[in-house]
């Protein structure tokens, strides 16, 4: 049966205090609805099958520019969950089937959550399955109330009565619908609650008799981000869990690094205190990579490159056992194997318009304090002499000097000088 998914994203975010939308506020270097659109991504779900739906229009530039394929629905008054899903009611009826609720400022979803409640939703022909999750703090969540394997309801946090509120089982904003239960079941909403809301959670009152939950035992994926704090936890946990997974895999960190979720690191490799690697960035084995060292987007690192403290590499493709070892800059470049940067080089990439790339070959030697300034290209074992601009290829082999004559003056006198200077 097909399968479509519908990801809110159109909530205001008050509580986080910004001109930015909330769901485009990032975790670990990425914005949440990301996180959300990449779990989504990996199930089965196609992406002419998703549909976001946006507020701000830098959510709508955002999903299209990125994700070319998924639709864009506009909720120009915020009137609660469940009036953000009737935004999409022409979707859901053309895409019938199933479909899968989520939120974009929950960002830890997962595509196993995903597969494997879409599996007890089947088995139990549930026309609602909720994702929950016991929590230790459920405050701030909808409570599960439940009779047995069936849910009778969802009551927000503002809402409950006492015993209600002691309840631990959360809705974590996920839920599997069957499409044709949910268009019959929207506009029976009402805005009779404390906040004055559609709540897409009470759809669940009125579809209790085929209402199940699939209780997850990992709780992070109801965690989601209301204020600063919250998203600071977020934070917490996704570069946590980034760097166990390099740990299990061989890699060692050392210290406090922050390392985004889309980094490949190979064994031995050893990552040093105060590192940041952004985005999209593979390391090779038996690399050294810090301290303090700045890995941007589309970078990679060959087996065993060095890459020291105050370096920054951007966009570029560094070769086997490459030494760039002290305040260097390295940015849209392609550096072969075995080349020697020496301190305080700098590829003068950008011209105030346009980037250029700088390549630099095989075995070549960057002398301290170069400027390569791109578009250029250094041979192989060629040699910058240290001081020296660049702006001209360098043959292979060749070395090249760019250096005004040092002359001496002999009269200097430079204690003379400091005496005259006290009075
Ligand atoms: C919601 C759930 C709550 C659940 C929690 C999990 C409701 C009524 N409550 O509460 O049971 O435990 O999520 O995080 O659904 N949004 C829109 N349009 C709107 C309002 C919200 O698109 O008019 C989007 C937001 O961008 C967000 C999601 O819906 O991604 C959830 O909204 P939010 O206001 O954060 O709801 P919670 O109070 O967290
Ligand atoms: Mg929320």
Redesign the pocket.
Known sequence: MQKSCI???????TRMKSSK???LMEVAFEPMIDWVMNAVIETEVIRKNIAV???AESVRSHIEKKYPRVNTFA?T????????VMQAESFLQERGGDVLVL????PFIDTETINESYELHKAHANTVTVITADVDAPF???RIIRHGDTVTG?V??KDCTDEQRALTE????AYWFNAEALLKALPRLTTANQ?G?Y????TVKLLQNDAGAYKSTHSEI?Q?A?DRRGLRALNDIAFRANIDRHSDNGVDVIGECYIARNVTIGQDTTILPGTVIRDNVTIGKNCTVGPFAHLRPNTRLADGVKVGDFVEVKNANIGEKTSIAHLTYVGDSDIGKGVNFGCGCVTVNYDGVNKARTVVEDNAFIGCNTNLIAPVRVGENAMTAAGSTVNKDVPAGALAVERAELRMRDSFKLNIQRKYKKK
Request: proline share 2%; charged share 20%; glycine share 20%.
């Open positions: 990801i809110l994203a159109a909530g205001d975010g939308p909330k769901v739906i946006y507020s909720q008054e915020r009137k609660g969950t469940g009036h953000a939120c974009g400022d929950a701030g969540y909808g969802i927000e946090e959360v809705n974590s904003g906040n809301e709540y897409l959670t009470d109801t989601g209301n």
